[in-house]
């Protein structure tokens, strides 16, 4: 076998993934291919917990960006983050990254063609020209890197095939939702093909500012990507693929959940996703990035693979923090990041070794800032002359942080028998980081001069520092797998990954000196067993693992009012340690007579066992009052389908979903109201396929019980003289209609 099919993504024809599988069903189920270890292998041969979904799958499901994946994948969460649009939340096992400050690390990896998106913002991708996505859940840190302790997403855009083709997908949708994405591809010559997508993803609001009109939870995104693949002989290929999103949907406002103290006119709205926000609406979310990967098969063993990619983003937003009419608590903030990474992979296949190595180096820049503005105040006496000073009273954070990373990997797989394989595998990795932070007290006229207003007045600056850091860590994994049958195999894993330090971009230095310091990297050790069976002649799958987390030195933000409520100050703490268990279970079986069933069921005990933090009386341990964010002890899945032959027609493929989560807590140090509820949510399409593969149709329901449930919120007490817990929720009830032909 050419090791170029190890290295890079498999046409859509020879991928075969979980759901898709299921959907069509007809007797015995066909291999899975997935390249969750950088080559080429079956779902049932590798030892780790892997989630995975083809572009058929997605569609039959009415999929349309990645945060839905979390319905089906085992202990996993994928969401949008709070008063955002695109930027994710992605925890898996209990680890991940609430806070999308720049500067702060993920726990999971995302990855879109094999590179690194460093920052969350634009994280929620928008499925379209779409190979297939893994979901790997586990620490990924041998292959990966580092910020993959949670485990990683894999986001693998088509190939070219190199035939002409043009297709049209249209959808049309509740809330005036009006998708169309075009794609298509050009063979220039028998060597060289072009191809690309572009896309307009337009919805109005799930509600609206009260105060003005204006959609609130709308949706207004232009995507695109292109790529040029070049064959220059069986040995040797390139390619050169270049996206860019830009979202201008509306920023969101929340849903009070507490009276408002300075408005207390203004009670909740009925809808919780109606607003009394009076900020303005305007956000701008660019992200953009090139790529270009080289393939080489050196001989039938070796190969050589190099992935050389930039990207970049901005961001401009605004959050009402109380959401009320009244002129306070606004934050406009700005965001800006930049990243090349450049890999280098040497790989070997033989019958009983394969090897899976490389280099790996990143370069990248993450700034922002933000203002915290209280409202507008006429403040005689406070210059020398005597003058008065009228503007926004305000607490502006600003910073950048460079970070440079470079690591050395090897991941080797030794086959002793038909029976018995083992894996052994090691990174090393080094990241060095210099950081800036500045916060101060200010009167300004709008917003401050660092978000393009003007600075009237500076009260106090809290935080003016300059501080680099560096940190190195090893992360071995070891595995033994035992094959009982061709169709039964068991695995026992070790794994060791690490989420890097860093600099609090919000740190109070007047409030916590430590802060200048920053703070260490947050590691994990994770042991894992897990079985893969295919039964009764391939018509059950069953997928199952067990797993035990040691975690240490994590990073947790806490975030307060001062005592004259005029500021909230943060602080990033290595806060102790925590231990992480639970199981997960995937089946997938072929019922007969055109049915088919898939199930998946998640269990994270997730627990902190050491929480030190400082008070006057000296250090306390708080653990017993901490839990685990976005981290539900139990999640479900459950999908019943049924495939039904038209005999000339085509066949249609009718899908009925559910999935639960039990309670969630949002904010680790305390209880709150934003804590969520256990939910169900129910789901069901209905997909017409023709038999010429040129035309499909597909009905598409989500939330059809029309669950309210939260998914984000912010819980600040007395900051600004208000009581500010809000809320931020997830989809109604909407049906959708989606049209595609290819030519």
Do not use: C
Not at 360 to 372: K, L, M
Not at 565 to 583: D, P, R
């Amino acid at each position: 076998m050419k090791l170029s099919h190890i290295t890079y993504p498999l046409p859509l024809a020879s991928v075969l993934v979980l759901s898709s599988t299921l959907v069509h069903a007809q007797g015995p189920m066909e291999e899975m291919i997935v390249t969750a270890q950088k080559r080429e292998q079956s779902l049932q041969d590798v030892p780790v917990a892997i989630t995975a979904f083809n572009a058929d799958a997605l569609k039959d499901q009415g999929i349309s960006d990645i945060t839905e994946l979390q319905k089906s994948s085992p202990n996993t969460t994928l969401q949008t983050s709070r008063g955002t649009n695109s930027t994710i939340t992605a925890y898996i096992r209990g680890v991940g990254q609430a806070d999308p400050l720049w500067g702060f690390e993920p726990g999971v990896g995302l990855y879109v063609d094999d590179v690194y998106y460093a920052r969350p913002q634009a994280g929620v991708l928008d499925v379209y020209d779409v190979d297939r996505i893994e979901v790997l859940r586990g620490p990924q840190g041998t292959l990966y890197g580092k910020n993959t302790i949670g485990g990683a997403i894999k986001y693998v855009t088509k190939r070219l095939t190199g035939e002409p083709e043009f297709s049209v997908n249209a959808t049309v949708g509740s809330y005036n939702q009006r998708d169309i994405v075009l794609s298509g591809e050009l063979p220039i010559t028998e060597q060289l093909a072009v191809g690309g997508s572009i896309a307009s993803l337009q919805r109005d609001g799930f509600g609206e500012f009260l105060l003005n009109g204006d959609d609130n939870y709308n949706k207004d995104i232009m995507a695109g990507r292109i790529s040029v693949e070049f064959t220059a002989s069986d040995a040797l290929w390139f390619r050169f693929a270049a996206d860019m999103t830009q979202d201008d949907s509306n920023a969101k406002g929340g849903h009070r959940l507490l009276p408002s103290v300075l408005v207390p006119t203004e009670a909740a709205p009925s809808d919780v996703y109606d607003t009394w926000a009076d900020m303005d609406t305007d956000n701008e979310v660019e992200s953009s990035g090139a790529s270009f990967t080289v393939n080489w098969d050196v001989n039938d063993a070796l190969a050589f693979k190099s992935i050389t990619a930039y990207r970049e983003g901005e961001t401009t937003t605004n959050i009402d923090f109380d959401n009320t009419s009244f002129s306070s608590l606004h934050v406009p903030a700005i965001y800006e990041d930049d990243q090349f990474t450049q890999e280098f992979q040497l790989n070997y296949d033989s019958d009983k070794f394969h090897l899976v190595s490389g280099i790996y180096y990143y370069e990248g820049t993450a700034s922002g800032a933000f203002d915290v503005l209280l409202g507008a105040f006429d403040n005689p006496d406070l210059l020398a002359d005597g003058s008065n000073v009228v503007g926004n009273f305000n607490a502006v954070t600003a910073g950048d942080v460079d970070t440079t990373s470079l690591a050395v990997y090897a991941h080797a797989t030794y086959d002793f028998n038909e029976k018995v394989s083992a894996t052994l595998g090691a990174r090393y990795t080094k990241d060095d980081k210099d950081a800036s932070v500045y916060k101060a007290l200010l009167y300004v006229d709008g917003t401050s001069s660092w978000l393009g207003g003007t600075d009237l007045l500076t009260l106090g600056v809290n935080t003016d520092y300059s501080n680099d850091d560096s940190w190195s860590e090893f992360s071995p994994r070891v595995s033994v797998d035992y094959r009982f049958t061709d169709e039964v195999m068991a695995y026992a894993s070790f794994s060791h990954g690490f989420k890097s330090g860093g600099f609090d971009m919000r740190g109070d230095a007047a409030a916590n000196p430590e802060t200048v310091n920053g703070y260490d990297p947050e590691t994990v050790d994770t042991f894992e067993v897990g079985v893969k069976t295919e039964l009764f002649d391939n018509r059950l799958r069953l997928n199952a693992a067990l797993f035990h987390t040691d975690y240490d030195d994590l990073q947790v933000t806490v975030q307060s009012a001062t005592p004259d409520g005029t500021n909230f100050v943060s602080a990033v703490l290595n806060a102790g340690k925590a231990e992480v268990q639970g199981a997960e279970l995937e089946l997938m079986a072929d019922l007969g007579a055109g049915f088919g069933l898939q199930a998946a069921f998640g269990y994270t005990d997730a627990d902190f066992t050491e929480v030190i933090t400082q008070t006057a009386d000296g250090p306390v341990d708080v653990s017993d009052d901490w839990e685990f964010e976005f981290t539900p002890e139990l999640s479900g899945f459950i999908a019943l389908n049924y495939n039904m032959s038209l005999a000339s027609s085509g066949d249609l493929n009718w899908i009925l979903s559910a999935s639960h989560k039990s309670e969630t807590r949002i904010f680790p140090q305390v209880e709150s109201l934003v804590d969520e509820d256990a939910y169900t949510l129910v789901d069901a399409s209905v997909v017409w396929r023709d038999g010429s593969d040129h035309w499909s149709v597909g009905l598409h329901g989500k939330n059809l019980t029309d669950k309210e449930y939260r998914v984000g919120g912010y819980n600040f007490y007395g900051l600004g003289l208000e009581n500010s817990v809000v809320g931020y929720y997830g989809n109604p009830r909407t049906v959708a209609l989606s049209v595609n032909y290819n030519f």
